[in-house]
């Protein structure tokens, strides 16, 4: 467990809190700027729970706040797996999803997350 928890914590992914609010029932929705690094990795980039001020995630969205200025890594939408605790980014000439270890250092992604 404690080399999962140093593996998270070395995320390639810098978190800044956007705005957190209480929401109807028992959950908080939060709103999380996440910026990559220059190494996309291969099936989505892990963020944690806690990085999107939460305990635990029961489900979340993201939109492209800024996209690749770079012609070879256009990016133009993204998914956040809410299960799994990943972003994948999609390459808008392939529609498929980003290759591994393409430079994102200029994509910022908002996630909206909901949970507790």
């Known amino acids: 467990m404690f080399l999962i928890r140093l593996f998270l914590a070395l995320a390639a992914v810098a978190a800044a809190s956007v705005r957190t609010q209480k929401v109807p029932g028992s959950e908080t929705l939060t709103e999380t700027d996440i910026t990559f690094d220059n190494s996309y990795a291969e099936g989505g980039e892990p963020v944690t729970a806690a990085q999107l001020q939460l305990n635990r995630v029961t489900s979340g969205w993201c939109q492209v706040k800024n996209g690749s200025e770079a012609e070879a890594t256009p990016v133009v939408s993204a998914f956040f797996d809410a299960e799994k ?19 994102c250092s200029k994509v910022v992604i908002r996630v909206f997350a909901l949970g507790k």
């Open 85 to 103: 605790m990943l972003i994948h980014l999609n390459d808008s000439k392939t529609g498929k999803e980003l290759a591994k270890e393409k430079d």
